[in-house]
């Protein structure tokens, strides 16, 4: 099994900045893709940025030049760093991970999700 756990989500005003972290633990082989998604009320759930084993990067165009998406691949950890938040960037923010593990008969990936973080962007 593995667990991820989002953290930096809070209240910020406008313009403001926030770091959001998604650490990974658990039965871990390796970690493939890793991305953020967020979901506000009454919306669908959305994909904000993904980051590739080997660093590639994919932002939607909503989060271009503000939000920048990280990994530190030793710490299974993934990072959002996101400035100039606006009002409408408010939703509870996921973590999503593509993790390698092993099985009975060899390898396979699986999917996980965090339970979520959320960041309200309010004056």
């Known amino acids: 099994q593995v667990r ?3 953290s930096g989500g809070g209240l910020v005003q406008p313009g403001g900045s926030l770091r959001l972290s998604c650490a990974a633990s658990g039965s871990i ?3 493939n893709g ?3 998604y967020r ?3 009454g919306n669908q759930r959305e994909l904000v940025a993904t980051i590739t084993s080997g660093g590639s990067t994919y932002y939607a165009d909503s989060v271009k030049g503000r939000f ?3 990994r530190d ?3 299974n950890t993934l990072y959002l760093q996101m ?3 606006k009002p409408e960037d408010t939703a ?3 973590c999503h991970a593509d993790v390698q593990q092993r099985t009975a008969w060899g390898t396979t990936s699986f999917s996980y999700w965090g339970q979520g973080t959320q960041v309200t962007v309010s004056s």
């Open 4 to 6: 991820l756990v989002e």
């Open 29 to 31: 082989l390796s970690i």
């Open 34 to 36: 890793m991305g953020w």
């Open 39 to 41: 979901q506000a009320p």
């Open 68 to 70: 920048s998406v990280s």
């Open 73 to 75: 691949v030793a710490k």
């Open 83 to 85: 400035n100039s938040l």
């Open 92 to 94: 509870v923010y996921l």
